[in-house]
């Protein structure tokens, strides 16, 4: 195994965060990870907010319907991507991804929360004055882990073929 390798095997969703501030160079380096996820044709149709406030926190908890967690974060990351960007889904989740690794890698937890598609889109668009050519794809609260709840994943074998696949 490697550093790159370890850090992804080792991350895990967290939904319960110390009351410890995450640093500016974590932000920054994570939204450099973000910034640095492949898109189609480099078309990078993403902007990512960083909310701090406690008071805005709550308010994006409670519009979620699965991140209560989220009023206990020591940050929320809300990653849009532009609506005429016909794969700002598929860029955006790699943005998203890159960016739960990059914080990972500063041993700061995160928990994806689905935004595409949801009731509370436009509301979290509208509460963080996002202009509407763009819509919420991923929440990802943040913070130094409290508890990590380790579950197993599937076996390699149960998830993978090699050249066809047969069932079994």
């Not at 380096?29 to 492949?38: G, I, M, N, T, V």
């Not at 907010?49 to 319907?65: C, F, P």
């Not at 937890?109 to 889109?121: I, L």
């Not at 509301?123 to 709840?149: E, F, H, K, M």
């Amino acid at each position: 195994m490697n550093l790159g390798t370890t850090i992804i095997k080792g991350r895990r969703s967290v939904r319960s965060f110390r009351e410890t501030e995450i640093p500016e160079d974590a932000i920054r380096d994570a939204l450099e990870c973000a910034r640095q996820a492949p898109t189609a044709a480099n078309g990078q149709p993403w902007i990512i907010g960083v909310v701090k406030e406690k008071e805005t926190l709550a308010k994006i908890a409670d519009l979620t319907d699965h991140g209560r967690f989220i009023a206990q974060a020591r940050a929320c990351f809300a990653v849009f991507g532009e609506k005429k960007a016909k794969y700002y889904l598929e860029d955006c989740s790699c943005a998203t991804m890159n960016l739960i690794l990059g914080l990972w890698a500063y041993g700061i937890g995160t928990c994806w929360v689905a935004g595409d598609k949801k009731h509370y889109a436009v509301a979290v668009r509208d509460l963080l004055q996002v202009p509407d050519t763009y819509t919420l794809v991923s929440l990802v609260p943040a913070g130094y882990p409290a508890d990590i709840a380790i579950v197993p994943k599937k076996d390699l074998t149960a998830i993978s073929f090699s050249e066809r696949f047969v069932p079994r």
